[in-house]
Every structure is written in structure tokens, then in C-alpha cells.
């Protein structure tokens, strides 16, 4: 692409949760909780869970077709497809392989990335490079997950924040002047590794009965330092991408960040100076889907009315590794 005369457009946006609704009052029955704990620790009052049959291409595919419903434009214009999961239906192979299959867009190439809840604006920064090559016009960058499959439903302190989800959006190279992906900042930092992770199953500890006895194959979590460090790092980086663009936040429409806790987006809010009616929330009804939390606010909000055509949009975005990141946008 050249610098100056094309841009990157996001020509549409596809969202999907599963029917199964789960309420803070349903959780309450299976284990030592509540949902006056879950609402006031989270912001959380329900969330969806996928059915058994349900794997994450599945809700994948969903997403991905309602986001080339959006974007007008068939499979068959679409030239790569990336996806963003940490809930892979297989170790191998990626997923994206299977939701070609589903879509029928046999022969492009596609692959699976590893940014965590990050995934969005992790994805965006691929597909935006990967359109400097002429050989992509159109880019399918998906994000999903069943969150469900890798938690322990065992330790009430990780199982209620986190749920099923997917969303995609279709990206394209269009000559300048159009609205699209205007920045994207990424983060990461590897020395946090240890506080959000699925110890076993991988190679360091391969899947034994005794990994699986000791619970290592789900997911483990240092809950308030993950807080501690999204506040910081998902702060910076929404502070520093507006600085090298030369916006304040007057100038913005709306903030989606990553739904994970109604306080860590309060504490953002705060440290930005942000009005909270900017701020796009949907982990009520939503709770913590991993990447694609992000594109369901965005498509959500959309979908109602409130994000209109045009709008500038900053998102911010933060998961396990560490990663972050944050992007601005115009739909
Ligand atoms: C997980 C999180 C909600 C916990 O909230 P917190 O205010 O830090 O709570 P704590 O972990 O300090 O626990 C406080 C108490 O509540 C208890 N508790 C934990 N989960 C509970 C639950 N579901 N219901 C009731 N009590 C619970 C703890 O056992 C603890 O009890 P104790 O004081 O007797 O030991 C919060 O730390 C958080 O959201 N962190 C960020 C996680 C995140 O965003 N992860 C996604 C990354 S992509």
C-alpha cells in the first residue's frame, strides 16, 4: 500500500454468542457465590455459554458470516483469513483452518495468532501490514473463543468473569481519504507470563493424569495483579497513541476497551479523564470473551445506533503474556 494514497477500511463487522444465557444467580447455585459479589467485584450480571457441540470455529464461522453480510462482499473475495483464540478447537491444526472449511474458502491461506485478549488490536496491526502486500485486498481477521472449555469451574475467583464469544471484521485496502484503521500501538512483556496462564497441555508439562489431577490444564490467574498491570499498560498505551496522533479525547466518540472489570474501565476512565458515557460496555450481559470483546461492543453499539458511521473510536486492549495494545478507528 502506498503510504498516501490507500488506506486500510473496515468494510464490515460480524458479531455471535451462543443462545445459553448463564446468570450471577445461576453460578450462585453451583458454587460459593453471589451475584451482589459478581455485579459489584466485575460488572458482570450474566454471560453465554456455547453448547457442548459448540466448538470456537463454530462460533467463529457465525461471526465471520455476518461480518461478510456486513462488508457486502462473498467469501470468495476474501484473500487470507487470521484468527485470534486462545481456546483452539485443536492443538492442531489452527483453527482458522477449520472455519475455512465451514465458509467454504478452500485454498487462501489462514492462520491462527496467540495474542490473548489482546487479540484485536493484535490483529489489526497483521492484517493492516499484511494489506502493504498487493497480493491482499481483502483480509478476514477473526477473533473467538470458548472461554468455557479452558476455565476451572472449580475456583470461583477466575470461572465467573470469563465466557464464550466471537466477532470478525473484514478488512480492505480502498484508496485514501476513506475512514478505517487510522493507528495501532502494541505492548507486550513476557515477565508477566506467570499471572495468566494454562500450565499444562503444552510441551512443558504434556497432558498426564497427573497434570490433570492437579487442575493444570485450565486456566490460572493472579487476579489483582492482572488488575494492577491493565490499569497501568492499557492506560499508556490509549494515552500514548492519542498523544502521536495529535487527538485529545474531546475528539473521540467512543472508548471500547476490553470487557474484563467495569473498575479496571472506571480506573482507565479516570486516568484518561474520560467521560464514561463514552464508554461502550457489554460485559454485563457478555462477561469476559477474550478478544472478541472489543468487536461484540463495537458491533453491539453499532447495531443500536449508539457508534454511528464515522466515528472516531478508541480502543484499548490488554491479556495474557502481557500483551496490550490500543488502535483508533473510524467504522
Ligand atoms: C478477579 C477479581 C474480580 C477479584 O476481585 P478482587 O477485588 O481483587 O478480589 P480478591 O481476589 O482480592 O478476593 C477478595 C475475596 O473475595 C473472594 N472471592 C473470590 N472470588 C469470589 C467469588 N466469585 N464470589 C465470592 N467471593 C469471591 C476471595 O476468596 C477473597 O476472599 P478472602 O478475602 O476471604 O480471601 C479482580 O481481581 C479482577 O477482575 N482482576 C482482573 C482480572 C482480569 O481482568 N482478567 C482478565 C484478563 S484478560
Known amino acids: 500500500m502506498k503510504q498516501s494514497s490507500e488506506c486500510v477500511v473496515i468494510k464490515g463487522v460480524g458479531s455471535y454468542v451462543p443462545e445459553r444465557v448463564l446468570t450471577n444467580d445461576d453460578l450462585s447455585t453451583m458454587m460459593d457465590t453471589s451475584d451482589e459479589w459478581i455485579r459489584t467485584r466485575t460488572g458482570i450480571r450474566e454471560r453465554r455459554i456455547a453448547a457442548d457441540y ?8 457465525r461471526a465471520a458470516q455476518l461480518a461478510l453480510e456486513d462488508a457486502k462482499i462473498g467469501a470468495a473475495d476474501i484473500d487470507l483469513i487470521i484468527l485470534g ?4 478447537d485443536m492443538l492442531i491444526p489452527a483453527t482458522a483452518m477449520f472455519v475455512q472449511r465451514k465458509l467454504g474458502m478452500e ?3 489462514c492462520f491462527d495468532f496467540g495474542a490473548a485478549c489482546s487479540g484485536f488490536q493484535y490483529g489489526l ?14 483480509i478476514l481477521l477473526i477473533c473467538g473463543d470458548k472461554l468455557s472449555s479452558i476455565i476451572d469451574w472449580q475456583d470461583r475467583s477466575t470461572c465467573i468473569l470469563f465466557a464464550d464469544g466471537a466477532g470478525a471484521v473484514v478488512l480492505s485496502r480502498e484508496p485514501a481519504g476513506q475512514p478505517g484503521v487510522i493507528d495501532v500501538l502494541l505492548g507486550s512483556n513476557g515477565e508477566h507470563s ?5 500450565p499444562a497441555g503444552g510441551s512443558r508439562e504434556p497432558a498426564s493424569e497427573r497434570t490433570i489431577r492437579e487442575r493444570k490444564h485450565y486456566l490460572r490467574m493472579d487476579g489483582r495483579e492482572v488488575f494492577r498491570l491493565a490499569v497501568q499498560k492499557m492506560g499508556e498505551s490509549m494515552g500514548k497513541i492519542l498523544e502521536r496522533n495529535n487527538l485529545t479525547i474531546n475528539e473521540i466518540s467512543h472508548v471500547v476497551t476490553h470487557q474484563a472489570n467495569v473498575r479496571i474501565m472506571h480506573a482507565i476512565a479516570e486516568r484518561l479523564r474520560i467521560p464514561m458515557e463514552k464508554v461502550c460496555i457489554t460485559l454485563d450481559k457478555f ?6 470483546s472489543i468487536i461484540l461492543a463495537i458491533d453491539h453499539h453499532r447495531r443500536q445506533g449508539i457508534i454511528s458511521p464515522g466515528e472516531l473510536i478508541l480502543t484499548g486492549g490488554f491479556g495474557a503474556g502481557l500483551t496490550w495494545g490500543a488502535a483508533i478507528i473510524r467504522l
Open 107 to 109: 485454498g487462501i491461506p
Open 85 to 88: 483464540t486462545l481456546s483452539p
Open 54 to 61: 459448540e466448538a470456537t470455529s463454530d462460533l467463529c464461522a
Open 125 to 138: 496491526e497483521i492484517a493492516r501490514t499484511m494489506l502493504l502486500s498487493p497480493q491482499y485486498k481483502n
Open 287 to 292: 462477561g469476559n470473551t477474550s478478544a472478541s
Open 194 to 198: 506467570d499471572i495468566l496462564n494454562i
